[in-house]
């Protein structure tokens, strides 16, 4: 059974600062709307080779993105690719690195910032190229496709996290305000997104450390959140996902059952008990 899945990668969110300072998720866990699991991200904990290893779930070091100055598309079979493929419905409000791994490289601001084409991977897409570009614009952007495409998979990426963290360090009161911020934009939206059915995953590419960086082996580095929303996830508390089970997990819950990609089984519950709860639901 097909269900429309919102993929959230907020960069440079490190595990500890988003399990202090997100009081909204924080909330809807304590009330039971959502699961957080610790990740760790893979190596070198960079942006454009952890974006691939999240939507294809391939290592850095296998799928050849191995630092951020690799442009060029992604060879490898993506969320993007394989929904595309089955006749799926593709969105994404992101920075532009995910344009040149999945539509067009290297990136034409002028030609691709607006995509509206059916043709490629990523079909409907708003792609930014500056780091500082506001994150209310992009949930703004990203809740215009929504509704406008009404896409199977959508990609939000916000960068303003990832932005503090390099200009402050992540021990730093503008790294942790600005992970705040975007707590309270989620709050805005996700509720909405609950009330219409989506399966929400939430996550970071990496984390940050004091230094202002991120690429090496510290835990705030590599120790990344991953929430979950939906009646689709199991919820287990003790369900230890990995970075490269988001693709496969996300390629099950769209129903793309041929993609021969690592799954976190754990984290999914079965069409058949979801099954059982509406009918429970129903009769009560």
């Not at 202090?20 to 960079?46: D, I, N, R, V, W």
């Not at 993506?78 to 493929?85: E, N, R």
């Amino acid at each position: 059974m097909s269900q429309k899945v919102i993929l959230v990668v907020l960069d440079g969110l490190a595990y500890q600062t988003a399990e202090q300072c997100m009081g909204f998720l924080q909330g809807l866990k304590a009330q039971g709307g959502t699961t957080l699991y610790k990740l760790q991200c893979e190596l070198p904990s960079k942006s454009r080779p952890l974006y691939e290893t999240i939507l294809t779930g391939v290592p850095p070091v296998l799928s050849g993105i191995v630092h951020n100055d690799v442009i060029r598309n992604s060879n490898q079979q993506s969320v993007f690719s394989m929904a595309h493929k089955q006749g799926l419905t593709t969105a994404a409000a992101a920075f532009h690195w995910f344009s040149e791994l999945y539509n067009r490289s290297p990136f034409d601001p002028i030609r691709d910032r607006y995509t509206n084409d059916l043709e490629q991977l990523i079909q409907h897409g708003c792609f930014y190229h500056g780091d500082h570009y506001p994150d209310n614009y992009l949930y703004l952007d990203a809740e215009t496709l929504r509704r406008r495409y009404n896409p199977d998979f959508l990609l939000i990426h916000p960068m303003n996290i990832d932005n503090a963290g390099h200009k402050s360090g992540v021990d730093s009161a503008h790294y942790r305000n600005t992970v705040r911020v975007s707590d309270g934009e989620l709050s805005k939206y996700v509720p909405t997104w609950i009330d219409e059915g989506y399966q929400v995953l939430i996550t970071s590419d990496h984390g940050m450390n004091a230094d202002k960086s991120h690429g090496g082996t510290l835990p705030e580095e590599r120790d990344i959140p991953l929430f979950v929303i939906g009646e689709h996830f199991s919820h287990q508390a003790d369900c230890a996902p990995k970075q490269t089970e988001i693709c496969g997990s996300i390629c099950e819950l769209l129903g793309i059952t041929d993609h021969n990609k690592p799954v976190t089984k754990k984290l999914l519950l079965d069409a058949q008990v979801v099954n059982k709860k509406h009918v429970v639901a129903v009769g009560s």
